[in-house]
């Protein structure tokens, strides 16, 4: 891949690649955000890729990207670490394979173009019509969470581990700071966003972008660009005390969730280690948990670890019967108490560690994860995925042990039966 | 014995080997990706709940068991399939469908040994009730987790007022109760009968040489006396079951699904029949219609809104989903559009668009080794030659549209199912 610095805070990342029918362009921007940021750049999102100045309502706008072979426009708004990350993209078929030979994808990088630098504006405000349906949708999306009990179970967990920290902030924020916002503050966090964010230009593609790397640059060479190109993010430290939360619905199923810090460190060894750690508790089926808690115990269908390194926590979780909940959380704390005493052989530790470094083989082959992975990887002086790769081959089974002795549990959710349904 | 199928406008190509058990081996050798991706499938899904072999007696089966089957089929007596691929770093998984059942395994290095596990495994079951005992507790815990899941419900509930008769209404993994009669030796039926290679499927894509998937087959593929199936579908009548059925779940907005039931004059639609499908529903219930503009505008819809042909042995529907606080509005504007669409047929310009998101679609599918085994599966599945939907959108007229359009949309024999809000 071949970077370049584009503007002031605005780095260009060419991936080159002959694997794919398609080209993809992705402005990935990093910025701090409160809970009210986090709402404003999350309904900004969606009012930007509704309309633009060239198609001023969304089904003019979904009739050019459908008669652009289907071009599409992708992103939103993510959590990196204490930060966020905002993402636009497009992602346009190649021009070799149009049916007449259509030429596309300058197209295609027009209306990305347009969709960022110039929105649809009524007295330099967004149109209200827009402005409230995008609204309308946001508010339908936070309140959906709890449609899916898995995802809305451990955002409840991280919302509570990192308490008082940026991490908590769900995604989309709250219903409430979503009704609170004016058009106005929309095109404030528009101009923020612009302004004061580092961006980061993935195009992945078998042709060279100068071109499009030329059209960002006077966009943003028109700006007053401040940028600091910095993580804030800070590693969550356990309060000493494990909280614990319940919560009643009206589900069949339990669902447990259990916090943990870690140290993760500042090296990207430090990172390997942690992630290998990780994996061999909850991920792949060889891990400790689905071995014991899920095969042996027969407790659950899914009992798995995700690691956050960002944060230096990982969040293990798992669908059960009520009554066997002390029965998994048990389960799951003896298993960790196993690596921690040593349990763990050299053929478990090779069993993660050729399972990561296949899978991250694969990265190389998905628009997706190449996307993601270029993203955040200036803040990793440039880390490739093979580095990162050798990293893991690193990893012993002592330090695998060491990063379990660090393990703190910090939070313990459980999502179970409302009352009158244990009645039944 | 080796079919090659070519297509040079976007340059790619499928090998199709046939070997001697009848079973069909699908390969598309892609050396610039770093990974592969391989399925070894069965047509046995959970709709197969009833069935002969060779005309003798006819078995009934516990819902669920394909499933059920699926799980276990992991174990063996000495190490099992997760434990085999533990030693070389493939990513493994399985799923179960209404009418088929696939293992599959991704891995970016070594790929023969991989494969070479994958097809014994799969030819090698291992039961005992201690086994099978042990895996109720889980599979328990997998029907619970849907149990909670309002999409879930939403669909399985439409499929049941649809269908009176046809197995499609049954949930894939059972009930709790129905997986608690499945034994050993239900399995071991299951398993004589519908993973006969005549039955079976293979899919590979990725970094990968075709003759050398083709040499393993053949060397490993343990052929035994093809078995000819018999499956009893219950006669299934043309009008719905009920036009209507609802329930409550602790969700944000009543989720709901409507359902225009098809005639099945033939078991199995083919292939132009199903692509004209989803190309109208494109037209009809896409972002860029009319129809989307009007509920969305009227906030009867948000985004979640979307449509789906769906159709396999002896059941034929289009189902629209959504989330709405008015979900019988929204059947109601519907109705009036699809009227609208009947009498007048839908626009060329509309159209168009549509075919050239299908054909992006399909070109799109080879950006993955997983896409394009996914997409060859459908071939070996439903046996239609390779690349064969690239000629039909070329040819497709407005007559063939409007033509379908009526076969597919019959307004008074529909349901709506609906997930209410607590």
């Not at chain 1, 990207?268 to 400790?288: H, L």
């Not at chain 1, 005493?341 to 069993?351: I, K």
Request: hydrophobic share 35%.
């Amino acid at each position: 891949m071949i970077i370049s610095e584009i503007a002031n805070g605005v780095e260009g990342c060419f991936i080159k690649s002959n694997k794919f029918k398609t080209s993809s362009i992705s402005v990935n921007m990093f910025i701090p955000a409160d809970e009210k940021a986090v709402s404003a750049y999350s309904l900004l999102y969606l009012i930007l890729t509704d309309s633009t100045k060239d198609y001023p309502d969304y089904t003019s706008l979904n009739k050019a990207l459908k008669n652009l072979y289907n071009a599409s426009l992708f992103g939103g708004v993510q959590k990196f670490g204490d930060m966020r990350m905002v993402k636009f993209g497009i992602s346009v078929l190649d021009d070799n394979f149009t049916l007449s030979g259509e030429k596309i994808s300058n197209m295609a990088a027009d209306l990305l173009l347009g969709a960022i630098f110039n929105p649809l504006l009524e007295n330099s405000k967004f149109k209200q019509e827009v402005f409230e349906n995008s609204k309308r949708i946001l508010i339908d999306t936070i309140n959906a969470q709890i449609n899916e009990k898995r995802g809305y179970a451990i955002s409840k967990t991280e919302n509570a581990m990192f308490e008082n920290e940026p991490a908590s902030i769900q995604n989309n924020g709250t219903v409430k700071t979503v009704e609170s916002l004016t058009n106005e503050d929309i095109v404030e966090a528009h101009k923020t966003l612009l302004q004061n964010s580092f961006v980061r230009i993935n195009v992945i593609s078998q042709n060279e972008p100068k071109a499009v790397f030329e059209r960002f640059k006077e966009y943003f060479n028109l700006l007053e660009r401040k940028v600091e190109k910095k993580n804030l993010t800070t590693f969550h430290k356990t309060a000493g005390e494990i909280k614990h939360l319940e919560e009643k619905m009206n589900v069949t199923q339990g669902k447990l969730c259990l916090g943990f810090t870690l140290k993760t460190g500042e090296t990207r060894q430090e990172v390997a280690n942690s992630a290998v750690f990780v994996d061999i508790f909850g991920g792949g089926p060889y891990s400790k948990l689905f071995t014991n808690v899920r095969e042996k115990q027969s407790l659950c269908y899914y009992c798995a670890a995700r690691l956050n390194s960002k944060k230096g926590a990982f969040i293990v979780d798992s669908g059960i019967l009520e009554e066997n909940k002390d029965k998994a959380y048990n389960g799951i704390l003896e298993q960790l108490k196993e690596i921690q005493n040593g349990n763990l052989s050299e053929e478990e530790v090779n069993s993660s560690k050729i399972a990561l470094v296949d899978s991250l083989g694969s990265y190389n082959d998905q628009t997706a994860t190449l996307d993601s992975w270029y993203a955040v990887s200036t803040f990793n002086d440039g880390e490739t995925i093979e580095d990162y790769a050798n990293l893991i081959k690193n990893v012993t089974v002592d330090d695998v042990i060491a990063v379990a002795n660090s393990v703190k549990l910090d939070t313990v959710y459980f999502l179970g039966k409302s009352k009158e349904e244990n009645n039944d | 014995m080796i079919k090659t199928y070519k297509n040079s406008l976007i340059n790619e190509q499928v090998k199709v080997y046939k070997h001697k058990s009848g079973l069909e081996v699908y390969v598309c050798e892609k050396p610039e990706f770093s990974s592969s991706f391989a399925i070894f499938g069965t047509r046995y899904g959970s709709i197969d709940t009833k069935f002969s072999v060779n005309g003798g007696k006819i078995t009934e089966v516990p819902e669920g068991i394909a499933h059920y089957l699926e799980h276990k089929l992991f174990e063996s007596e000495e190490l099992d399939a997760f434990a085999r691929f533990a030693k070389t770093g493939a990513s493994a998984n399985a799923f179960t469908s209404f009418d088929r059942t696939c293992y599959l395994f991704s891995c970016s290095t070594n790929f023969e040994e991989n494969f070479k596990i994958l097809l014994d495994f799969v030819q090698h079951p291992y039961f005992t009730e201690e086994t099978v005992r042990k895996e109720q507790g889980i599979i328990g815990q997998e029907i619970q987790m849907y149990d909670d899941s309002a999409p879930w419900q939403v669909l399985m509930n439409l499929l049941g007022a649809l269908y009176k008769e046809h197995p499609i209404r049954i949930d894939i993994a059972g009930t709790v109760e129905s997986i608690a009669k499945i034994n050993a030796d239900l399995l071991y039926d299951c398993y004589n009968t519908f993973y006969n290679l005549n039955n079976m499927f293979i899919c590979v894509a990725g970094n990968i040489d075709a003759q050398n998937v083709f040499d393993l087959c053949d060397k490993l593929l343990q052929t035994k006396e093809p078995v000819e199936i018999q499956r009893f579908m219950p006669k299934e009548e043309n009008q719905v079951e009920k036009e209507k059925v609802e329930v409550t779940l602790p969700v944000s907005k009543p989720l709901f699904a409507i359902g225009f039931k098809e005639k099945c004059e033939n078991p199995t639609k083919t292939l132009k029949e199903k692509v004209l499908s989803e190309i109208i529903l494109k037209c009809i219930f896409g972002n860029d219609s009319l129809l989307y503009k009007e509920l969305f505008d009227s906030k009867l819809i948000n985004d979640s809104f979307g449509a789906e042909y769906f159709n396999g042995y002896g059941y034929a529907c289009s189902i629209i989903e959504g989330e709405s606080d008015y979900p019988e509005k929204v059947k109601e504007v519907i109705n009036r559009y699809l009227n609208t669409y009947l009498e007048k047929g839908i626009l060329e310009e509309d159209i168009k668009r549509a075919v050239k998101v299908y054909y992006s679609e399909e070109v799109c599918g080879f950006n993955s080794a997983e896409n394009i085994v996914m997409n060859m599966v459908e071939c070996a599945f439903n046996k239609t030659e390779v690349f064969e939907e690239f000629d039909i959108i070329k040819n497709i007229t407005q007559e063939d549209v409007a033509k379908r359009l009526k076969e597919m949309f019959d307004i008074s024999n529909s349901s709506i199912s609906i997930v209410n809000k607590e």
